[in-house]
């Protein structure tokens, strides 16, 4: 078992930064691949960033990339989101969640997630 707990949310203006964390604790944190998701209100839960076991690999979903930034630190057992550039449209909830299936073709896939976190709120006023 896994539990994950997301934290750095918060309301922001369009422009800004906030960096989200997820610290694992359960198992061996370099075991998992790790995932950041999102989900607005009336939306379905989507990709965000994915990170490999090591870090060696990371995946970005389009309307993120080159904004947002996963990485993580395996000695402190935790994942980060950097989030750079803000808009009104990254308004969600976001969640951070672990996987022991390594396929890369598989990042973005809900189902491939094997635990959850239960979420922080990232707010953006325009």
């Known amino acids: 078992q896994v539990h994950l707990a997301e934290s750095g949310g918060g309301l922001v203006q369009a422009g800004d930064s906030l960096r989200l964390a997820c610290a694992a604790s359960g198992r061996t944190f370099s075991d998992y691949g790790m995932g950041w998701f999102r989900q607005a209100p009336g939306k379905e839960r989507e990709f965000v960033a994915g990170?490999?076991?090591?870090?060696?690999?990371?995946d970005y979903s389009d309307s993120v990339k080159g904004r947002f930034t996963i990485s993580r630190d395996n000695t402190k057992n935790t994942v980060y989101l950097q989030m750079n550039s803000l808009k009104p449209e990254d308004t969600a909830i976001y969640y951070c969640a672990a996987r022991l299936n390594i396929r890369r073709s598989t990042v973005g896939e809900l189902n491939a997630y094997d635990y959850w976190g239960q979420g922080t709120q990232v707010t953006v006023s325009s």
């Open positions: 990170i490999s076991r090591l870090g060696s690999v990371t």
